[in-house]
T-cell receptor, first 111, second 111 residues
Framework: QKEVEQNSGPLSVPEGAIASLNCTYS??????FFWYRQYSGKSPELIMFIYSNGDKEDGRFTAQLNKASQYVSLLIRDSQPSDSATYLC???????????FGKGTKLTVNP | DTGVSQNPRHKITKRGQNVTFRCDPI?????LYWYRQTLGQGPEFLTY????????KSRLLSDRFSAERPKGSFSTLEIQRTEQGDSAMYLC?????????FGPGTRLTVL
């Protein structure tokens, strides 16, 4: 069973703080890792992807990948109320094109 | 707006009826995916196409479900003899490389 696990949340942080979202995956053959943001009632929006071990930064977002530990994280710096959403971790199933998603972590940024 | 469109956006039907959804991917993307998402869960893979060829189907896709992508352009997903358990958001995604971009989804409610 190929699984993606996310910290259950919900996660609440004050405006301006760093939000840390975590994800582990079971399939060692996975090569591509994605973070999607989903507002209530909307479809998932791709915000970050990472393929190599280490950190990848894009504006206020940093994705971190550790393949040895099968761990992916997303840091959101200077969190804003508009960041309040559910964040979905997705991993490509090794040897397949499809994505396997976690259940998501709901983030609330309080003004 | 990712450039992926889905119609209809909402569909309410009675149990036992057939429904069909349409997805128009981004024109230069040759791979198209269908996912289903229920409340509190991440999207679950249903099937995907490369051009007009259906390359993978999930075990979730029972005999009542069928998908097509004639001419490798738009795709349709049909559910026959709908059941209340089919109520969900049906999401279509098209891909550039490994990055999947979702359409707005079709929300199906089966009464």
């Amino acid at each position: 069973q190929k699984e993606v696990e996310q910290n259950s949340g919900p996660l609440s942080v004050p405006e301006g703080a760093i939000a840390s979202l975590n994800c582990t995956y079971s399939d060692r053959g996975s090569q591509s890792f994605f973070w999607y943001r989903q507002y209530s009632g909307k479809s998932p929006e791709l915000i970050m992807f990472i393929y190599s071990n280490g950190d990848k930064e894009d504006g206020r977002f940093t994705a971190q990948l550790n393949k040895a530990s099968q761990y992916v994280s997303l840091l959101i710096r200077d969190s804003q109320p508009s960041d309040s959403a559910t964040y979905l971790c997705a991993v490509n199933a090794g040897g397949s094109e499809k994505l396997v998603f976690g259940k998501g972590t709901k983030l609330t940024v309080n003004p | 707006d990712t450039g992926v469109s889905q119609n209809p956006r909402h569909k309410i039907t009675k149990r036992g009826q057939n429904v069909t959804f349409r997805c128009d991917p981004i024109s230069e993307h040759n791979r198209l995916y269908w996912y289903r998402q229920t409340l509190g869960q991440g999207p679950e893979f249903l099937t995907y196409f490369q051009n007009e060829a259906q390359l993978e189907k999930s075990r979730l896709l029972s005999d009542r479900f069928s998908a097509e992508r004639p001419k490798g352009s738009f795709s349709t997903l049909e559910i026959q003899r709908t059941e209340q358990g089919d109520s969900a958001m049906y999401l279509c995604a098209s891909t550039r490389g490994f990055e999947q971009f979702f359409g707005p989804g079709t929300r199906l409610t089966v009464l």
